[in-house]
């Protein structure tokens, strides 16, 4: 795939790590120590919202005839709504009336899961995609739970392809309802009625730090190997902004200098699956990546999902 422009939005409201320490039990040095992350930025409007302000941004960067976009997919677990897709709140937003739009909930790893997509759809009959990640975690994220409340932010990032040089991936996914996940809305079978509500994201960070070390791995190495390179043919690895450890640890057991991995947490801390959305677009905008750059894009999340692209710029 050819990517053609890129795009992100981020909400105005940056709250510090401080803020935090006044809601939960925590500190500005605790966090940074264990995590990197120094601010998140919290929205007032919701996933569909931002997802549009990122793809029309990145649509006008690349300067191509919006009704030529015949396909949008959204990386998303925070919706709007049960139905329509954020995809199709974009489409109806932008006027994007050529497309076929749906989402895709891959937590964390959606927007590799959707580039995998949008790769065999564009070898089917498909020409130009608009691929988001977007995400207002903050709905999801129980203020009162330092565990989690630490390390979350909303934001959207999004990209326009068109068919080009093959990308490579490696996806995997495993079952599991342990060590991360958000409850949807529960059963009513007595017909009650009722007023529907979500849970929060619940996790288990020393579980879910060990899991994220070797699904990282495993991803780089098994991208590699199925395009035939070797790290050293690697320009630039952007990976799930989730935690500077979880990089630094990979990094040392991969012997990859912790230069390659572009990072960005410290402003936005973990934004799902719109992180390497973001991530991607201001490693592009600030030219640490260029034109036929090769480059790795590298995720894990709730699921448990993990997997990783191999694409040149
Ligand atoms: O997209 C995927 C999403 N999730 C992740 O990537 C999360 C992966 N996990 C992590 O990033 C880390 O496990 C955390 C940042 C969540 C936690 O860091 P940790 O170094 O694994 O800390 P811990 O859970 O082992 O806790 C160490 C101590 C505990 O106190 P005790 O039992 O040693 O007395 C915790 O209660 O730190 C305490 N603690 C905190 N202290 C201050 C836990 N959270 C906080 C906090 N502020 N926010």
Known sequence: MKILGYGKSLPNKIVSNDDLSKLVETSDEWIIQR?????????????????????LEAINDAQIDKDDIDLIICATMTADNATPSVACLVQKELGLENATAFDINGACTGFIYALKVVEGLLKLNHKKALVIGSEVMS?????????????????AGAIVVEKGEDAYFFTKSKGNFDVLYAEGTSLNTDLDVKEITGGFLYMDGREVFKFAIRAMEEAILKVLEEANLTIDDIDMIIPHQANQRIISNVAKRMKIDESKFF???????????????????????????????????????????????????
């Open 139 to 155: 709905k999801v994220i129980d203020f009162t739970d330092r565990n989690t409340c630490i390390l979350f932010g909303d934001g």
């Open 35 to 55: 995590t990197g992350i120094r601010n998140r930025r919290i929205s007032d409007v919701n996933t569909s919202v931002l997802a549009s302000q990122a793809a």
């Open 263 to 313: 990072m960005n947490l410290e402003e936005y801390g973990n934004t799902s699956a719109a992180s390497v959305a973001i991530a991607l677009t201001e490693a592009k905008k600030q030219n640490v990546i260029k034109e036929k750059d090769k480059v790795i894009l590298v995720g894990f999340g709730a699921g448990l999902t993990w997997g990783s692209t191999l694409i040149e710029i």
